[in-house]
């Protein structure tokens, strides 16, 4: 004669299925059905440098906000490409390609680590931004409208990887943006340079005056 | 046992919302209190990243004609002869190109004025007929023009920072000024005048001219890609002088795209052609004649924007 199973036993069944179904989407990286609140970060904003325009006709024309307009396309592209926790793990949240044209659109998404993180993704525990500048020229048609800008990107942040290491990530880059019904979108990105330096940690010696420049403890 | 399943579990999901949490905050690395960032670069890595370049797209070949006009200082650009007449094809699919030379001094039919040197089109009925006479005689449908002067030549080359031209054979001509013996030049605008209107140092003249014309362009092309990938910023800059410095059926934006397209036309993928001619006379007027084996090159050119072979 077969025994009936106890109620809690498929309590319990039930309560595995449930946990599982909610690690698995915790670790797909859906962060719209996650079953807390993300936590909330302060949108990353380049610093605003230098402005310039360089007009087909003499007369140097004004081009409005296309300055402040490149500086919120790039600003949020940053955040995706290196402050979204998704790319220090994975790779960069899907709804950063919504910042490049449709021309751009495939090549970004086919080289979609290495515009951020690049062989970093994956390693990183924490990343916080150092400084940042961005540079605007705007190219003026001989109409006066704004055709195309260049975007030139200076951005370091240190982050800190899952091994213990501190590094620190130099970004230079210049990316072409061209209006398209309104926003300025990355329409190419001609040039982008990485260099990833170690930061070796050192004790402060106490009351020492420090920056003695010890290169003790070096990174492995 | 099953009580230890639930917490066990509990322990899971409670400690992966702690480390997505903790992981969610872009803020703070925080090195231990009692460390201090030395930052002794142990290891550099330079990357180089992702590159992508708008172009032009199209089924079909773009063809723009290049005129140099002879006009000076003061004189209109459109009405004087044109010195220097070149058909570029450019095939946007492979991303090749030929540059087509066509001798100034070619004797053609000139769609309402008879037949005459090419280069009285210009003078004839501006840029336009010149254009017309070009489609007649290869039946290539031209998409733009671009004119230029003396000034403008030399404007742009300078604004490129000069150019790096092979000078295959002597060139000591007194009414160029061109002064160059054979070898690797860097050249100014001036000199780069020099050298594209030299035609009194060659046994064929015009026709060696024609060549050592496009092969200018060729070396401008390296050095304005140089330039760009260098530094794409300067693209913007070269737009502006370029513009200033020609007279063009080119909208705007059509020429930002085409500088765009041109980053990404080797120059090893273009060929610089003279279509094939012999020198005569004309009554008392030397002329070039063109070749009837022209007619394949055009053919072909019209085709595929390229002509192969040299």
């Given at each position: 004669m077969r025994r009936r199973r106890p109620w809690w036993a498929i309590v319990i069944a039930v309560v595995l299925i449930a946990a599982i179904a909610v690690l698995a989407l915790i670790l797909s990286g859906?962060?719209?059905v996650l079953p807390f609140e993300p936590p909330k970060r302060v949108p990353f904003t380049f610093k605003l440098g230098n402005t310039s325009t360089v007009s087909l006709k003499l007369k140097s024309p004004s081009v409005g906000d296309v300055p402040l307009s490149v500086q919120k396309t790039l600003s949020?592209?940053?955040?995706?490409?290196?402050?979204?926790?998704?790319?220090?793990?994975t790779a960069p949240p899907s709804d950063v390609y919504d910042h490049f044209t449709e021309a751009a659109k495939p090549a970004a998404q086919q080289d979609g680590t290495s515009l951020g993180l690049g062989s970093l993704t994956g390693t990183i525990k924490t990343l916080k931004v150092d400084s940042s500048n961005l540079d605007v020229r705007v190219l003026v048609d001989p109409a006066g409208h704004p055709t195309s800008a260049m975007g030139l990107v200076q951005f370091v942040a240190t982050a800190q990887t899952k091994t213990g290491s501190t590094i620190r990530i130099t970004r230079k880059a210049q990316y072409l943006l061209e209006n398209v019904n309104g926003t300025w979108l990355v329409a190419g990105f001609p040039k982008t340079t990485t260099t990833v330096d170690r930061i070796v940690m050192s004790p402060v010696p106490t009351g020492g005056s420090g920056g003695s420049g010890s290169q003790s403890g070096s990174g492995s | 046992m099953a009580a230890a399943s639930v917490a066990f579990l509990v322990l899971v999901v409670g400690a992966l919302v702690v480390v997505r949490a903790k992981t969610g905050t872009a803020e703070s690395p925080t090195p231990a209190p009692s460390?201090?960032?030395?930052?002794?670069?142990?290891t550099i890595e330079p990357v180089q990243g992702a590159t992508f370049v708008p172009a032009l797209q199209g089924k079909r070949p773009l063809f723009?004609?290049?005129?140099?006009?002879?006009?000076?200082?003061?004189?209109?650009?459109?009405?004087?002869?044109?010195?220097?007449?070149?058909i570029i094809g450019i095939n946007l699919k492979t991303r090749r190109a030929t540059i087509l030379g066509i001798p100034r001094d070619s004797w053609v039919p000139i769609p309402g004025h008879g037949t005459d040197k090419i280069n009285a089109s210009l003078s004839d009925g501006g840029p336009l007929l010149t254009v017309k006479t070009v489609e007649a005689l290869t039946g290539i449908h031209i998409d733009f023009y671009a004119i230029t002067s003396f000034v403008g030549l030399t404007n742009m080359v300078n604004s490129l920072g000069g150019v790096n031209v092979k000078v295959t054979q002597p060139m000591h001509d007194q009414y160029s000024r061109a002064n160059f013996d054979p070898g690797t030049h860097h050249m100014?605008?001036?000199?780069a005048l020099e050298f594209a209107r030299d035609r009194h140092s060659f046994l064929s003249g015009d026709l060696t001219r024609s060549k050592n014309q496009g092969a200018l362009m060729l070396d401008a092309l390296s050095k304005f890609q140089k330039n760009f990938w260098d530094n794409p910023i300067r693209l913007f800059g070269t737009l502006k002088s370029v513009w200033l410095n020609i007279r063009t059926s080119l909208a705007a934006p059509i020429l930002y795209r085409l500088a765009l397209t041109a980053t990404q036309v080797k120059p090893s993928d273009v060929n610089n052609l003279v279509v094939p001619a012999t020198t005569g006379m004309q009554g008392a007027e030397s002329v070039v004649f063109i070749d009837p084996s022209a007619k394949a090159l055009y053919a072909q050119m019209k085709r595929t924007g390229t002509i192969s072979g040299s």
């Open positions: 859906n962060r719209q949020d592209m940053y955040d995706g490409l290196f402050l979204d926790p998704h790319a220090w793990s | 460390m201090t960032p030395v930052a002794t670069p142990l723009v004609l290049v005129l140099g006009s002879d006009a000076r200082p003061g004189q209109g650009i459109d009405k004087e002869r044109a010195d220097s007449i070149h100014n605008g001036k000199e």
